[in-house]
């Protein structure tokens, strides 16, 4: 019976070593880190891999991400330059690098962010004005993001950036603001549609100017070509005058073919609406010899 209970404790007592020795078996993730203590003091910091703690002396005190992290703090009020009380909210970007120095630096990490990121940010909006704030988000940031980097140090967090997430003026300088850009707006809406109205003048007068150039061309074109077919006809008159004054002389008429002749260029000549006619002298002495002779024989007929 003795025996039994022997082994039984004996049992019992593996058993116990076996839960203590697995329970204090740790295995640390990747991009985390285990800070112990041994005693209640500092005694290291757990890389990735697999650790065993001495049961009931070493504890582990925190485990600390090394992963880049976010904080998205609320809008702050902020006095510009200028006396205008703004609301910023921001974003920080930091990453633990020190574990040791995050777990006995500071005691509440996150909230002394916080706390220095309004502080810095009241220090850095006090001596910019209200336009020159709602303009400068990078020079803001830069000047953040430099301020608790190097304050941040002792703490074991690298600040990598500080975003301004928001900058939110007061409802009547928003509604100010609002006239303004839209007063702007219609300003270059007005300037665009003045160009445009321009531009389409300057269109139509450069049209007008070509069209009345195309239309004296035309009409130039078409004086040139009347001209040119009077010239021809002309040409052609004088070329069968020529012609005929050329058969006739070669044909050798008498004088009173050419009498004849005369007679019938005046008949042609009466037709017109001339009001005086010149007639040659030889023509008149032969016109009145004609009527003498008329004379004469109706005389000897009255007989």
Do not use: C
Not at 19 to 29: A, D, G, M
Not at 82 to 91: F, H, L, P, S
Not at 279 to 299: D, R
């Amino acid at each position: 019976m003795g025996g039994l209970i022997t082994a039984f404790v004996i049992v019992f007592f593996i058993i116990i070593v076996l839960v203590l020795l697995i329970s204090n078996i740790k295995i640390v993730p990747q991009a985390v880190v285990y800070v112990v203590e041994r005693l209640g003091a500092y005694n290291g910091t757990w890389q990735t891999g697999i650790h065993v703690k001495i049961p009931l002396i070493d504890r582990v005190a925190r485990k600390v991400s090394l992963k880049e992290q976010v904080m998205d703090f609320p809008p702050q009020p902020v006095i510009t330059k200028d006396n205008v009380t703004i609301q910023i909210d921001t974003i920080v970007f930091y990453q633990i690098t020190d574990a040791k120095l995050y777990t006995y630096g500071v005691e509440r990490p996150i909230l002394a962010i916080e706390s220095l990121t309004a502080t810095t940010l009241r220090n850095i909006i006090g001596d910019m004005e209200l336009d020159h704030t709602l303009t400068s988000r990078d020079v803001i940031n830069t000047r953040i993001t430099a301020a608790l980097d190097s304050a941040t140090d002792k703490w074991g967090i690298k600040v990598n950036r500080v975003e301004l997430k928001n900058i939110i003026p007061p409802r009547e300088i928003q509604d100010a603001m609002e006239k303004q850009m839209k007063a702007e707006r219609e300003r270059r809406e007005a300037i665009l549609r003045a160009e445009g109205e321009k531009r389409s003048q300057v269109l139509v007068a450069e049209g007008e100017k070509e069209s009345a150039i195309l239309r004296a061309d035309a009409v130039r074109e078409q004086k040139i070509r009347e001209a040119q077919g009077e010239a021809e006809a002309i040409h052609l008159v004088q070329q069968a005058l020529a012609d005929s004054i050329k058969l006739l002389n070669e044909a050798a008429p008498s004088q009173s073919v050419l009498t004849l002749k005369s007679f019938e260029a005046l008949e042609k000549m009466a037709d017109g609406k001339a009001t005086k006619l010149v007639i040659p002298s030889e023509i008149q002495s032969m016109a009145g010899l004609a009527a003498a002779l008329k004379e004469t024989v109706t005389e000897d007929a009255a007989k």
